[in-house]
């Protein structure tokens, strides 16, 4: 029986080579070839995907992480249109997760509300620096998502950024526009990939003197007009896909689960912030940050 399974695997192996020497190929074959490929880019998708939704607000970097991920697992993405639909994903879910809140801001706002208006200036005022970083730095920060070695070094600050939250600062101001350009300024920086803009954002925050629920709130509903705005500007890229691994599918796909999981990231790190217990995420950081530049070096020998 084994060799009479043996012999069958060599017919049919033998059969194909001759098959491609006339220039013909078999449609089983090619199928199954189709299948197979269709089926690997769906589970990297995936795999980028679920990053996406756990990286994008915890303070570990989601960018960092899906350059990383792509690096490693070879998946081919013009530029960064792959990061931009699977943020697309992460808008949605915080969308959700603030829905009440930002109702409560949309009705204020119409309604003239003092509160409502000062809360939605300081977003704007916010929002300034990364619109002004991206428009002068942009194909320099674009440049970054195809260095993973320095995408590494950058997981690195996030590490430092993250541990400086373990010294405790006393509570003692509320939002104001100041403060509000500071964290902008913050999010602009996080452009880099591999800086975290939730890890910067918050940790400016807190060391603004705010509350931690009031600085991730703010940091959240801050990052909704800047994925708005990245999303917009890639979409006009959407068509180069097609001379790429990934397909229109793979994309929507991604944008689900990436959608899903950051609704619950979101929640896993608001309790993160009530224990105090942010700093850990620095550690991880840094190990992370450690052990790609050395896979990263590996890699290229």
Known sequence: MF?????????????????????????????????????????????LALIQGLTEFLPISSSGHLVLAKHFLNLKAPG??????????????VILYYRKRLISLIIGFFRKDEASIRYSSAILFASL????????????????????????????????????TAVSTQTIRSMNRPIAVLIGCAQAFAMIPGISRS????????RMGISSNQAAEFSFIMSI???????AIKLFDLPTITGTDLTPL?????LFVAACVGYF??????????????????????????????????KEL
């Open 80 to 93: 960064a249109i792959l990061e931009t639909v699977l943020h697309a994903g992460t808008l949605i879910s």
């Open 265 to 298: 990231a979101i929640r896993f790190l608001i309790r993160t912030l009530e224990a105090n217990k942010f700093w850990i995420f620095g550690v991880y950081c840094l190990i992370i940050g450690v052990i790609a530049m050395g896979l990263t070096y590996i």
């Open 225 to 231: 007009p800047a994925l708005m705005g990245a999303v």
């Open 250 to 254: 793979s994309l929507v796909f991604g």
């Open 129 to 164: 620096p990364a619109l002004i970083a991206y428009m002068t730095l942009g194909e320099y920060i674009e440049a970054a998502f195809n260095m993973p070695q320095f995408v590494a070094v950058m997981l690195l600050v996030t590490g430092l950024i993250a541990l400086s």
């Open 3 to 47: 060799w009479r399974s043996r012999c069958h695997f060599v017919t049919l192996h033998l059969s194909e080579v001759f098959s491609r020497i006339k220039g013909q190929t078999y449609p089983e074959t090619l199928q199954l070839n189709t299948r197979w490929c269709a089926l690997t880019i769906f589970v990297k998708t995936t795999i």
């Open 199 to 206: 890890g910067a954002t918050i940790a400016v925050g807190k």
